[in-house]
């Protein structure tokens, strides 16, 4: 196909995308009162801000993170802005057993569950992949099995309530970026698993909507701290973005891109001009500023 037809459809595609992301239903914070909502991550960053906008939205709200402290703060604040109930579980996605935990905490509190938002991560480095297998298997253990493990526990009571299930991910996941293999590698699985399930829940006619999240950069504590100093690109806002996320699942949609012109726009430039997607996000890095850990592979 000739460059030019490519540029042709490519900018086809912008417009079509432009259009559907710009109508169909809107959004009402109604659609969150009195519901009962999982969000996990929740002690900083994206999951904590999601926690305050569903309290000031009247839902009923567990969070969990590994630092108990920082829960207790996020529950204070969240009763004061509103939420209907409030409360938390600390430990690490690490184990399993806490994951199931978790859910059945949500069951115990509220007798069921309208959504559950898996948003939580494990640490992981932003340099170049230096061979260590063991990071990634623990990194998959948090970043992805615990994401099915608190899934598959919730499914009896999200398929009772019609309920939905909100995964937040990230352009790493969709597009392979450099400095960041392990991490990239437990998004890509979260696209696989929940966009496979959606099918097989369409297929069985189970009413359980799967919103997957497509994230930029935010200007989260963690984030900010590993990459804005290598990264050229600007940070988007997290109590935006968390907005965002919570209307994509209430609206049950589909995926959400946020901010749009640095997720879906992209996606489009992989789709056909692949090489030339791949020269633009290395130039996007400021080389002199990466950790010089060059591995031997």
């Known amino acids: 196909m000739g460059f030019v037809k490519k540029m042709l459809i490519f900018l086809l595609g912008i417009a079509l995308a432009y259009y559907f992301f710009n109508s169909g239903d809107s959004f009402d914070p109604e659609m ?10 929740a002690s900083s960053g994206i999951g904590e801000q999601m926690a305050y906008h569903l309290a000031e939205m009247g839902s009923h709200i567990l969070i ?4 108990k402290q920082r829960l ?3 529950v204070a604040k969240c009763l004061k802005l509103g ?8 430990g690490s996605m690490e184990d399993m057993e806490f994951a199931k935990h978790v859910v059945k905490e ?12 898996l948003n939580h991560i494990g640490s992981a480095y932003f340099r170049y992949f230096d061979g260590d297998v063991d990071h990634i298997r623990t990194l998959l253990e948090i970043n992805f099995l615990s994401y099915v493990t608190m899934t598959v526990e919730a499914m009896p009571m999200l398929k009772k309530s019609n309920g939905s299930i909100v995964v937040v991910s990230s352009i790493a996941g969709k597009i392979g970026n450099p400095l960041v293999v392990p991490y990239s590698s437990t998004k890509f699985a979260l696209d696989g698993f929940f966009s496979s399930l959606r099918q097989e829940f369409a297929m069985l006619n189970y009413n359980v ?21 290598i990264i050229q690109q600007p940070p988007a806002p997290k109590d935006e973005c968390a907005l965002e996320i919570i209307k994509g699942g209430a609206l049950r949609n589909r995926e959400v891109y946020y901010k749009y012109e640095f997720t879906k726009y992209v996606l489009l430039l992989r789709d056909w001009v692949p090489e030339l997607l791949d020269a633009f996000i290395r130039k996007n890095y400021n080389l002199d500023n990466i950790p010089q850990n060059v591995p031997h592979l």
């Open 64 to 67: 969990t993170a590994r630092r």
């Open 106 to 117: 949500a069951e115990k509190q509220f007798g069921g569950l309208d959504m559950l938002i």
């Open 83 to 90: 939420a209907a109930s409030a409360d938390y579980v600390a």
């Open 32 to 41: 969150l009162r009195g519901k009962r909502v999982i969000v996990t991550g």
């Open 209 to 229: 909507s799967i919103t997957l999240c497509v994230i930029s950069y935010i200007n989260t504590e963690a984030a900010v701290k590993a990459i804005s100093h």
């Open 72 to 74: 207790e703060a996020v």
